[in-house]
Every structure is written in C-alpha cells, then in structure tokens.
Antibody
Framework: QVQLQESGPGLVKTSETLSLTCTVS????????WSWIRQPPGKGLEWIGY???????NYNPSLKSRVTISMDPSMNQFSLRLSSVTAADTAVYYCARDAGNSFWDWGQGTLVTV | QSALTQPPSASGSPGQSVTFSCTGTSSDIGGYNYVSWYQQHPGRAPKLLIY???KRPSGVPDRFSGSKSGNTASLTVSGLQADDEADYYCSSYAGSTGVFGGGTKLTVL
C-alpha cells in the first residue's frame, strides 16, 4: 500500500499562491497517476486535477486557469500550486493515488486557510 | 462539469440495508464504467469502497456493493453496523476529468 503525506503552509494570504507538496512512499511516483482533491469545511469533495506518471496533467475546468500540478520523480513527490487564492479556496487539501479515476490511497489531508 | 447529485441524508437501523443513489449525465456516469464510492468518517480521509461501478478493493467487506443503471449509480450497504455511520461520496470519470457527488450522510439509528 502506498503512503502519502501532504506538506505546506497552513495559512495563505488572499491573492497569493497556495503551494503544497505530496511525498509518496511505498511506491514509485513514476508508476501511477496522482491527484489533488480538496474539501471545504463542512462541504463535499472537489477534484482539482491529476498528473500522470509521464507528467501529463489534467485539471478541473473550474480551476484550470489557476492550477499547476508538477512532479519530481527524484524526490518521489508531486506538487500543487493554486494562484490568486480567495477565502473560497479554504479547504482541507488531499493528495491521492489515482487509478481509473478511483482514488485508492489518500494522504491525511492538510487544512489551508486563506 | 457539474457535481453528481446525491441525497443529503439517509438512515437505517442496525442489520438493515440502505441504498444510496448518485445521479449524473451521459457525459459522466452514463458514459463510462468508472464510478467509485468512498466512505468518510469525521476528521478522516475518504476510503475507497467501490471502483469501476461494482468492484471492491481487497479488505472491503462484501456488505458493500455497487451498481449502475443509465445515468444513476447506486451503493448498497447491507447488514448495517454502527461504524457505517459516515459520509458517502460517489465519483465518476467525465472524459479526462473527474467529478464527485455532494455526499450522503448516513445515520445508523
């Protein structure tokens, strides 16, 4: 089973860029697809986007203009950048292993407050 | 890309069965056999229960089963237990992107 751990600032100022990193252990990042998913307090899940083992990305159309997902195979990490944040971007952010749009392994989540 | 539609709440007594619905469109649920279901307890990360409409990952009890008809997917939990009280989310592939439902809160009476 793959383990994932999110890291990054818990507080971001309005209009700045949110940056998070997911560190993967127990599996090579170059072998799967990897997604970011968020959950505003008290609300449901929202898929943000994924990066493939080849570095191909795809994003939620509602966030596409502000999102960048990248990967660093040498560190077995992938990252999320979300620009021009507002209070509506306050959420618990999860990273997850993605296979066929099913999310098999999840990080514990990290709360980011704008 | 609109969220999938799930009823906000459901309830059942221990030992009973409960079925959750998840309604989408021909562009997501109806167009692909990539529907998955997740269980989320308060303060915890979601857990995969069902993938590809009706397949269970190793370790998930066979009390959990999934199905699909047209643009609507369903999750049935049989033999309800107290620990089944949680939020349940559906998700579907939507042609290179993904979409979740709003979630259903299950109360075990």
């Amino acid at each position: 089973q793959v383990q994932l751990q999110e890291s990054g600032p818990g507080l971001v100022k309005t209009s700045e860029t949110l940056s998070l990193t997911c560190t993967v252990s127990g599996g090579a990042i170059s072998s799967y697809y990897w997604s970011w998913i968020r959950q505003p307090p008290g609300k449901g899940l929202e898929w943000i986007g994924y990066i493939s083992y080849r570095g191909r990305t795809n994003y939620n159309p509602s966030l596409k203009s502000r999102v960048t997902i990248s990967m660093d195979p040498s560190m077995n990490q992938f990252s999320l950048r979300l620009s021009s944040v507002t209070a509506a971007d306050t959420a618990v952010y999860y990273c997850a292993r993605d296979a066929g749009n099913s999310f098999w392994d999840w990080g514990q989540g990290t709360l980011v407050t704008v | 890309q609109s969220a999938l539609t799930q009823p906000p709440s459901a309830s059942g007594s221990p030992g009973q069965s409960v079925t959750f619905s998840c309604t989408g469109t021909s562009s997501d649920i109806g167009g692909y056999n990539y529907v998955s279901w997740y269980q989320q307890h308060p303060g915890r990360a979601p857990k995969l229960l069902i993938y590809e409409v009706n397949k269970r990952p190793s370790g998930v009890p066979d009390r959990f089963s999934g199905s699909k008809s047209g643009n609507t997917a369903s999750l049935t939990v049989s033999g309800l237990q107290a620990d089944d009280e949680a939020d349940y989310y559906c998700s579907s592939y939507a042609g290179s992107t993904g979409v979740f439902g709003g979630g259903t809160k299950l109360t075990v009476l």
